[in-house]
C-alpha cells in the first residue's frame, strides 16, 4: 500500500520561502516519477514539478520555472519541493503523486497515487 504524506504548508508573506516534504512509502520507488501539484479554490488541480526517482531529472511548469526547485532523498523516501520568492497566487493546496510508469507527465491523470495535500497561503 503506497503512502504518501505532504507537511511544510503554512501562512507566508509574499517573497518568502517554504518547503514541502513528500515522505513516501509502501513501495520500492526507484522506477517512479514523482511529482507536486497544486489547487486553489475553484480551480483544477494544476501540473508545478516533477523528478524522476532513479535520474533525478526534473520538469516545471513555467509559471513556477526559477523559483522552486524539487528534489528527492533516496536513503529517506523523501520528496521536496522548494519554494522562493512566493507570490499570492501561489496560494494552493499542494498535492504529492506518485506515478508508477516513470515518465515524469506534466498531466495529474498518469499518477497512480496521491497524498492527502498540505495548504500554502501567501500573503501580499
Known amino acids: 500500500q503506497v503512502q504518501l504524506v505532504e507537511s511544510g504548508g503554512g501562512l507566508v508573506q509574499a517573497g518568502g520561502s517554504l518547503r514541502l516534504s513528500c515522505a513516501a512509502s509502501g513501495r520500492t520507488f526507484s522506477t517512479y516519477a514523482m511529482g507536486w501539484f497544486r489547487q486553489a479554490p475553484g480551480k483544477e488541480r494544476q501540473f508545478v514539478a516533477t523528478?524522476?526517482?532513479?535520474?533525478?531529472?526534473?520538469r516545471y511548469a513555467d509559471s513556477v520555472q526559477g523559483r522552486f526547485t524539487i528534489s528527492r532523498d533516496i536513503a529517506k523516501n523523501t520528496v521536496y519541493l522548494q519554494m522562493n520568492s512566493l507570490k499570492p497566487e501561489d496560494t494552493a493546496v499542494y498535492y504529492c503523486a506518485a506515478d508508477d510508469s516513470g515518465l515524469r507527465s506534466r498531466s495529474r491523470y498518469e499518477y497512480d497515487y496521491w497524498g492527502q495535500g498540505t495548504q500554502v497561503t501567501v500573503s501580499s
Open positions: 523528478i524522476s526517482w532513479s535520474s533525478g531529472s526534473t
